[in-house]
């Protein structure tokens, strides 16, 4: 059975820095490319960040230069580093298996002005 379990959400205010952690089981890690999506409320689930299975990263313009998502294949763990933060980036943010379309159970972030 696979799970992804995000943690590390909360409050957190304009400028501040939070990092996500999502702890996968049950596939083997090392082999599944990853991405965090995030929903904020009344919009559409939009993607954020993806790490490949080598490493290569991509990003959403609205987070490139301030979110960071790295990998370590040997806790099975995939992060997202948020840094200058800001009101516009509150949402419940999602972990995703890209390579079996799995996706957690979501963490909510939350940027007070």
């Known amino acids: 059975q696979v799970q992804l379990v995000e943690s590390g959400g909360g409050l957190v205010q304009a400028g501040g820095s939070l990092r996500l952690s999502c702890a996968v089981s049950?596939?083997?890690?090392?082999?599944?490319?990853m991405a965090w999506f995030r929903q904020a409320p009344g919009k559409q689930r939009e993607l954020v960040a993806t790490?490949?299975?080598?490493?290569?990263?991509n990003y959403a313009d609205s987070v490139k230069g301030r979110f960071a998502i790295s990998r370590d294949n040997a806790k099975n763990t995939v992060y997202l580093q948020m840094n200058r933060v800001k009101p516009e980036d509150t949402a419940v943010y999602y972990c995703?298996?890209?390579?079996?379309?799995?996706w957690g159970q979501g963490t909510q972030v939350t940027v007070s002005s």
């Open positions: 790490i490949s299975i080598t490493g290569n990263t």
């Open positions: 995703h298996d890209i390579r079996n379309a799995y």
């Open positions: 049950g596939t083997t890690f090392s082999f599944n490319a």
